[in-house]
């Protein structure tokens, strides 16, 4: 596997505060990777920086080659690095499908001139749908295509997310807390669904979770932070048997 996102030596800094401290680290495309930490470790920090919220004060980034530190944050979805937000905010009276078409970019129809012209729209509007359909055919969401938002419960909600983020164009996506006050079971109904993701496209996620014992379980590799640092990283036996892990959780 190729590397597709490198973290070089980022720093961020609230007045003199690290809130992300000299972070280093790489991933390769396709794979599941886990972020962990206790609150307020720097790990939504960080992820902020990597999708352009923050501009660290130091360090790269550096995603599929290019650096991309500092970029706005709609330049860099555009490259197909997104996020999706702990808590879920879809457009709520408009169905399933429409949430999802609703996140593809650069729809023709949109463009005024060719708005007027069938023909010239007509044909991506007919894509859009098909790639739509698809993508809630591997989510399990198909059997509500034409629901409204509103009526979806919790998990699909967080399945419906990480649809629109893969409408936009997302190669690689930082989930933050993909599976935070959901039901158990769906619990593990959202990460088949990550790793069907995973194996089927080739989408590669980088994961903040609390919710370990079932997070760590999909996870090919683990990365553990602590008051802005990296402590370590590892297979999630290494890395939830590391003292310095271990210490960070208890004194949370």
Known sequence: MSEILKIQNVRKYFGKFAAVDDISFSLKEGGIYLLVGPNGCGKTTLVNCITG?????????FYRGKDITGWEMYKIARQGLVRTFQIASPFLSLTTLENMLVALPDNAGENIFYSLIKRSWLDSEV??????????????LRHVWNMPARTLSGGELKLLEIGRALMSGG??????????SI???????????????????????????????????Y?????????GKLVCEGTAEEVFEDPRVVTSYLGE
């Open 53 to 61: 919220i923050f501009k660290p004060e130091e360090g790269k980034i």
């Open 127 to 140: 894509s859009a749908v098909r790639r739509a359909a698809e993508l809630l055919r591997i989510l399990g």
């Open 171 to 180: 190669e690689t996506i930082l989930l933050d807390e993909p599976v935070g």
């Open 183 to 217: 039901d158990p079971k769906l619990c593990h109904q959202i990460f088949n669904h990550v790793l069907r993701l995973r194996d089927e496209l080739g989408i590669t996620f980088l994961v903040i979770e609390h919710r370990l014992e079932v997070a760590a379980q």
């Open 219 to 227: 996870a090919d590799h683990v990365f553990a932070m602590d008051m």
